[in-house]
């Protein structure tokens, strides 16, 4: 019989999620969450499957999957989340924190996980923690809110909090700053793909995907976990070895006609979530923004006017000016995937490539993100391939572009947005 003691907890945009669970574990918690005090629990996020993945390595043993006797490390994103679902179950905990269980997930995964889930309760209660008011699982009714202050509200039920949440317009009112130069491409075409075909041991990836991304145009690029996306990407990129041998032009290049990384490198802006590793306690927000125009992971050269400049105008655009001298480490999430979109845009690359920008975001920081990509979009020459499992709700490319997969490869589409 499913339980009926599962909690939604709706996380706001600058609240601490971490201490909420740190507290929940260390059997602290107020208010009607305490009946939670003296029972035992099993965490289940993604620093939990990071964590199971070292720890197999290091000892070289198999520890979550036995019965299959598969390495996490092995998995798509999905089957370790199932993986990691029974191995929590295993251990016959009270109940289970599910740290936004369904990020980075496509929608099959996602609905196949919410079945799971949906079994689990039965054994289980279930804490959800989420930031996507969409990504609720239908069975829970139980319902509280942390503010930015961490404090925690409780409602009736889930329906009470829904209503209270709108979706908030976001206007930047300054233009985006002009660029500093211009690039000089042989051709409108920057990519282009003729009957690509990649392989991994024998194991098809992609086949026969022909593309072609024109200057000043807005892509979103889709697919479910494995279908390739990380390897086209990596195509276009240059740092994928596959494409040598391929029938690819990149920037006016024809791919093995002696062109290096970098040339290749200096016409691509680039954003992925795990970028904000790269920066350091040392990095202001400013430094960090103007590194954009050296491509490097930190500011190694004394800027000149010029280019305090532009990254104050990339600033005032996200209405982080005053913010200039903090350091990145400091700033929110929500905050720092703004300033990487910045620095990936303030060199103005012919192409803008953001692969799962708003992952992990609220709904409102994902609506300021979202808001800006789309100024971008209308407001500058470079084209944009923006790569995610959701379609998010206000984000206006013009084309997309599906893997579909099959035994053979992922096979491509291109339809209009």
């Not at 086949?207 to 889709?222: P, V, Y």
């Not at 060199?347 to 692969?355: A, Q, T």
């Amino acid at each position: 019989m499913m339980r009926n003691n599962h909690w939604a907890i709706f996380i706001s945009k600058n609240a601490n999620k971490d201490l909420f669970i740190q507290q929940l574990q260390d059997k602290k918690i107020t208010g009607d969450l305490s009946v939670f005090n003296d029972q035992t629990s099993m965490l289940m996020s993604d620093l939990s499957i990071i964590e199971l993945i070292n720890e197999e390595e290091v000892h070289d043993h198999i520890e979550v999957d036995k019965t299959r006797n598969r390495r996490l490390r092995s998995m798509s994103s999905g089957e370790q989340k199932k993986a990691l679902l029974a191995y929590c179950l295993s251990k016959k905990p009270d109940y289970i924190i599910l740290d936004n269980p369904f990020d980075n997930l496509d929608i099959a995964s996602q609905q196949s996980l919410g079945g799971l889930l949906k079994d689990a309760g039965e054994q289980a209660s279930l804490i959800q923690i989420i930031n996507r008011k969409t990504d609720v699982l239908s069975f829970i009714t139980n319902a509280a809110s942390i503010d930015d202050k961490n404090e925690i509200t409780y409602y009736k039920n889930v329906e009470e909090y829904l209503p209270l949440q709108k979706n908030e317009s976001i206007v930047f009112p300054n233009d985006v700053p002009k660029p500093l130069h211009d690039y000089i491409i042989k051709s409108n075409e920057l990519v282009v793909f003729n009957k690509v075909n990649v392989s991994y041991n024998e194991r098809p990836i992609i086949k026969d995907i022909s593309w072609r991304i024109n200057a000043g145009e807005f892509w979103q690029l889709i697919g479910p976990n494995g279908s390739g996306k990380s390897t086209m990407l990596t195509m276009i990129t240059g740092d994928n070895p596959k494409g040598y041998g391929q029938d690819m032009t990149l920037f006016g290049m024809k791919k093995g006609t002696g062109e290096t990384v970098w040339d290749i490198k200096q016409n691509v802006g680039y954003f992925t979530p795990s970028m904000t590793d790269m920066f350091s306690k040392q990095h202001t927000l400013q430094s960090m923004v103007i590194s954009g125009l050296f491509d490097s992971i930190g500011l190694y050269v004394i800027p000149a006017e010029a280019h305090l400049q532009v990254a104050n105008e990339w600033l005032q655009l996200i209405e982080m000016y005053e913010l200039r001298n903090t350091s990145f480490s400091k700033l929110s999430l929500g905050q720092q995937r703004l300033a990487l979109i910045a620095r990936a845009m303030i060199k103005h690359p012919p192409l803008l490539i953001l692969d799962e920008p708003t992952s992990g975001l609220d709904d409102y920081h994902v609506s300021l993100v979202t808001s800006l990509i789309n100024k971008i979009a209308v407001e500058s020459r470079t084209a944009i391939l923006y790569v995610s499992h959701r379609r998010e709700e206000g984000l206006t490319p013009q084309f997309v572009f599906e893997l579909i997969p099959n035994e053979t490869g992922s096979e491509g589409r291109g339809i209009k947005g």
